[in-house]
């Protein structure tokens, strides 16, 4: 008997608790932001809470040159990176209002469920399943790539069959490791998967001589390859063994937030398409071309529509130039990697870029 | 008589049986408000929870494969590949380490100005430099800089050390697996080398002398009078080397290693199931960590001295 009226003294306590619970569920998603930010139903509206907050926060790799990379001035540089000062641009007119969060291969999915980072640009490729059960909304296609596997010259491996019984070095967490899997398999293969972790240590490991062979994205491979002690006596294998399409991704659920992000990366191929780079935009204010004049807000009212400012195409062009810019800038010919632009050109100069139309 | 006993709130009983009692049912609370807050967070984002997807296929490789195992298996049979070759390390470290850490916990004491500074020295840099560095530096700085496989040292015509790793006419060790293996011997060697100079210098001096004076030999102290006292301190911070060990071993992350930490890692990164995998992770330690402890458990038991 005395046990009951215990029970009902603690009562009070327990629906307090579980009235506790409704809120902690809601704000569970901004309390692992750094600010702390107190932005209710954040997975609903981040472009709120990143408001509040007046940083975009960006997961990247940091560890690739040309998509994201720390140079020696410790400024990041690259693709990726210019996506995300894209997007800050749009939202604040200030490409600098951006954090770059280093995630890696395992890290990066948890970190944008989580609302750790609000956008993931980070050379990762667009999957059906990471779109369906991982809880991610892919943007459009910042760069479309494929796996390649790269040894070194003097071994004779000149296709994927010389590399039977061989051990090639793979970085776990990515497509890459099914692929090649894949790909093995396929033509009865047998290799030696020497798997890691962290994308410097497997290219250590392969510059020491463990491995045989090292698979990657082709760019990536190009990219890493100019870090490589010795670059020219390694050579990249023809064979492109998966398409591997490179988009940016926000979390399910919030397709408001995701409408930002992939209207920021089709300005930038409309911008290229319609001629305007970071140079012109300001002259092409005046243009009487309504097509045009919708693009740069000057005319109608899309950027509203996103709950951005009408203008917000122009500001990305402005801050960090079109599509065209933006590869030079990091991938191109003036550059260590000098990558051919290939598919990564726009439609209509016989590329996969297309974007749909502003209106 | 009995008329006058304290009210209920007066005994002790009442309020220990109480507290236990609220204890429990503010932990049950706390686990459904995390749990409300994790489902809520989850169907969020459109997750589901289970563990159908242990079923599918896996569709990556592993290096070392101690039972079949080939891309189209399960993700099951994954993880069992990757805890056989975690066992393989813990099982083989615990054996081995066992021997380093004795040799040099008795050496440490030894009369011998040489032996007694070479023990010294090895257990001073292992005991104090992080174990990440310790597996690093095997891996990159030994194994990795051994010649090729085709131009392999030889030692005594039967151990081969080559970039293959170690080489027995009858067996071979990768070089990930090698690494890890010698790191963790070594690093836990040398805190079990100190735990059996604490041990034996817990036994009274009277117990040496006493040995001496019957006329047993150095060597015939220490194994018959010393060392089986000395266990019963040693034995029980024993068991805490043994467990560090076995979760050390998933630090085979950093070197590439497939132990069941590593294929666990792979598995959640390609399915998004990060609850499941940790779930499935935190049970699979317990497991081998309780194994551990009752089996020391039951030989420390033998060396206590039985009381009446």
């Known amino acids: ?359 | 008589m009995t008329n006058d006993k304290p009210p209920i709130w007066r005994d002790y009983r009442f309020w220990q049986i109480t507290a236990q009692f609220v204890a429990v049912f503010l932990a049950a609370i706390l686990v459904i408000i995390l749990w409300s807050n994790l489902s809520r967070n989850l169907q969020q984002l459109g997750i589901k929870f289970g563990f159908d997807f242990l079923k599918q296929q896996a569709s990556f490789d592993i290096g070392e494969t101690p039972i079949a195992y080939k891309a189209t298996d399960t993700y099951t049979r994954a993880l069992w590949v990757g805890l056989i070759n975690s066992l393989r390390v813990a099982i083989a470290g615990i054996f081995f380490t066992t021997i380093v850490g004795i040799t040099a916990g008795i050496t440490r004491l030894s009369d011998n100005w040489l032996v007694r500074n070479i023990s010294l020295i090895y257990v001073e840099i292992f005991r104090n430099t992080p174990l990440l560095l310790q597996l690093l530096f095997w891996y990159f700085a030994v194994f990795l800089s051994f010649p090729k496989a085709d131009n392999k040292i030889s030692l005594w015509g039967f151990i081969s050390l080559s970039q293959n790793g170690i080489e027995l006419p009858w067996l071979s060790f990768s070089p990930e697996f090698s690494a890890l293996l010698l790191g963790l011997i070594f690093y836990t060697g040398a805190f079990i080398a100190e735990i059996v100079r604490g041990g034996i210098q817990s036994v009274p001096k009277g117990q040496w002398e006493a040995a001496r004076s019957l006329g047993f030999k150095p060597g015939l102290v220490m194994r018959l009078v010393v060392f089986p006292q000395a266990l019963r301190v040693i034995i029980p911070p024993l068991t805490s080397q043994y467990l560090n060990l076995t979760k050390n071993s998933s630090l085979a992350i950093a070197i590439g290693y497939p132990d069941i930490y590593f294929v666990a890692s792979t598995t959640f990164n390609q399915t998004g199931r990060a609850v499941e995998v940790m779930l499935l992770l935190m049970l699979t330690y317990l497991t081998l960590s309780l194994t551990i402890s009752i089996m020391m458990n039951l030989l420390n038991r033998t060396v206590q001295i039985p009381e009446r």
């Open chain 1, 1 to 359: 008997m005395w046990k009951s009226a215990w029970i009902l003294a603690i009562a009070p306590l327990i629906l307090t608790l579980a009235a506790c619970s409704g809120e902690s569920g809601q704000t569970a998603n901004t309390t692992t932001t750094p600010s702390g930010s107190p932005a209710t139903q954040a997975t609903s509206n981040r472009w709120n809470t990143i408001k509040s907050r007046g940083q975009l926060i960006c997961g990247v790799s940091g560890e690739v040159p040309g998509f994201s990379f720390v140079g020696t001035d410790g400024k990041y540089s690259g693709i990726d990176v210019d996506i995300c000062r894209g997007i800050a641009a749009a939202l604040f007119d200030n490409p600098d209002a951006v954090e770059f969060r280093n995630l890696n291969a395992k890290e990066r999915f948890t970190a944008l469920q989580t609302g750790e980072v609000d956008v993931l640009s980070r050379n990762t490729t667009w999957t059906l399943s990471r779109d369906t059960s991982v809880g991610l909304e892919f943007a459009p296609v910042v760069f479309y790539d494929g796996q390649a596997i790269m040894v070194r010259k003097n071994s004779n491996i000149k296709s994927l069959a010389d590399l039977k019984d061989k051990a090639i070095c793979v970085q776990t967490g990515t497509t890459t490791e099914q692929n090649l899997a894949d790909q093995m398999r396929k033509r009865s293969i047998t290799y030696k998967p020497v798997v890691f972790e962290d994308v410097n240590v497997t290219f250590a490991t392969y510059a020491e001589g463990r491995c045989d062979g090292i698979t990657a994205d082709r760019s990536a491979l190009v990219a890493r390859r100019s870090l490589l002690p010795k670059p020219e006596d390694n050579v990249i294998l023809d064979e492109v063994i998966s398409s591997e399409p490179l988009a940016p991704a926000v979390a399910k659920g919030d397709t408001k937030w995701g409408d930002v992000v992939k209207w920021v990366v089709y300005s930038l191929v409309k911008a290229e398409e319609l001629g305007i780079t970071s140079q012109n935009v300001t002259q092409f204010a005046s243009s009487n071309d309504p097509d045009i004049k919708r693009f740069l807000g000057t005319e109608g009212n899309l950027g509203e529509g996103l709950g951005l400012t009408n203008d917000f195409a122009a500001r990305v062009i402005k801050h960090v130039g079109n599509y065209a810019e933006v590869y030079d800038r990091n991938l191109g010919p003036k550059t260590k990697l000098n990558l051919a632009r290939g598919q990564n050109q726009l439609w209509s100069k016989g590329g996969l870029l297309y974007s749909p139309p502003f209106r």
